[in-house]
């Protein structure tokens, strides 16, 4: 069964830090895979996503990940962290089948101090 | 392109009552709807698979007599909480797949509220 796993519930990092958010995967067969970012009381923005062909993925509000199949591992990074990110961070997998769902990690919430 | 609103975006009801939500998906015909299910501090739980003109595929441990879903057309797809108690107070949020993409677009969620 396909399942993600985001072995940090909560990060910390100082604004204009670097950030890696970790995400594992367990996937039958080649999968696609999701990162999302949710502020409190509102719905989910795709920041990035990948389906195939080049394993760094770059997104939105300078978020980029990389697929490595080889670890399973579909983690997200930011070059420099800016207070606005604060909020929780969704990984989640799922596959080419029209009726295929997504499934999605439990979250890293993440605080930006000063 | 590839918005999904939902409606109503929060409701306050009163325990027993019954409330529908509703997905549509504004600029692509969806063929397959999903429900989710976020409470506080928790990832989304996927409830039911929708496809347009059939039942809804509904996950373990979740109740369809209580969580009606109908995908009566391509654009839209409705929840209803029937007979609603406190404990199904949730965020509840939907994503649409068009038949030509492999990606779900998903709404911006509903807030459900049961005194």
């Known amino acids: 069964a396909q399942s993600v796993t985001q072995p940090d519930i909560h990060i910390t990092v100082s604004e204009g830090a670097s950030l890696e958010l970790r995400c594992n995967y367990s996937?039958?067969?080649?999968?696609?895979l999701f990162w999302y970012v949710q502020s409190p009381g509102q719905g989910l923005q795709l920041l990035l996503k990948?389906?195939?062909?080049?394993?760094l993925v770059q997104g939105i509000k300078g978020f980029e990940a990389e697929f490595k199949r080889s670890q399973s591992s579909f983690n997200l990074r930011k070059p420099s962290v800016h207070w606005s990110d604060a909020a929780e961070y969704f990984c989640a997998v799922g596959g080419n089948s029209g009726n295929t769902p997504l499934v999605f990690g439990k979250g890293t919430r993440l605080s930006v101090i000063a | 392109g590839a918005v999904v609103s939902q409606h109503p975006s929060w409701v306050i009801c009163k325990s027993g009552t019954s409330v529908k939500i509703e997905c549509r998906s504004l600029d692509f015909q969806a063929t397959t709807m999903f429900w989710y299910r976020q409470f506080p501090k928790q990832s989304l739980m996927l409830m039911a698979t929708?496809?347009?003109?059939?039942?809804?595929?509904?996950e373990q441990g979740v109740e369809k007599d209580k969580f009606l879903i109908n995908h009566a057309s391509l654009t839209l797809s409705t929840l209803t909480v029937t007979s609603a108690h406190p404990e199904d107070s949730s965020f509840y949020i939907c994503s649409a797949r068009s038949h030509r993409g492999n990606e779900q677009f998903f709404g911006p969620g509903t807030r459900l509220t049961v005194l």
């Open positions: 990948y389906f195939s062909g080049d394993t």
């Open positions: 996937y039958g067969a080649t999968p696609y």
């Open positions: 929708s496809n347009e003109g059939s039942k809804a595929t509904y």
